[in-house]
Nanobody
Framework: LRSAGESEGGLVQAGGSLKLSCAVSGFSYDDYGIGWFHQAPGKEREGISCISSSDGTTYYVDSVKGRFTITSDNAKSTVYLQMNSLEPEDTAVYYC???????????????????WGKGTQVTVSS
């Protein structure tokens, strides 16, 4: 049974950092892609970053580029999203999602993901 699930988010002050993790189960170490998405209040969910488990290819949207870093530990079947220089505009529910045989690219975040986590709240105070 394949699944993906996020760690707990939290409350952080503007300029601070937070690291989220996404545990993946049921996949082989090299046959999935993971995307991170967020949904701010009153807005649609949007993809912000992805990574391929096979070769570590990553992608970031412009709004998080240079501030967020996505990494994977295949031995632990876990993908991390390190978020630095957080801004109040980053306040959202964050989701990770897995796509079987998914390869990260600029298009990846628009694909229909196979497995979604339940989401975790990240709040950035000003």
């Amino acid at each position: 049974l394949r699944s993906a699930g996020e760690s707990e988010g939290g409350l952080v002050q503007a300029g601070g950092s937070l690291k989220l993790s996404c545990a993946v189960s049921g996949f082989s170490y090299d046959d999935y892609g993971i995307g991170w998405f967020h949904q701010a209040p009153g807005k649609e969910r949007e993809g912000i970053s992805c990574i391929s488990s096979s070769d570590g290819t990553t992608y970031y949207v412009d709004s998080v580029k240079g501030r967020f870093t996505i990494t994977s530990d295949n031995a632990k079947s876990t993908v991390y999203l390190q978020m630095n220089s957080l801004e109040p505009e980053d306040t959202a529910v964050y989701y990770c999602a897995a796509l079987y045989i998914g390869k990260c690219s600029s298009d990846f975040l628009y694909y229909d993901m196979d497995y979604w986590g339940k989401g975790t709240q990240v709040t950035v105070s000003s």
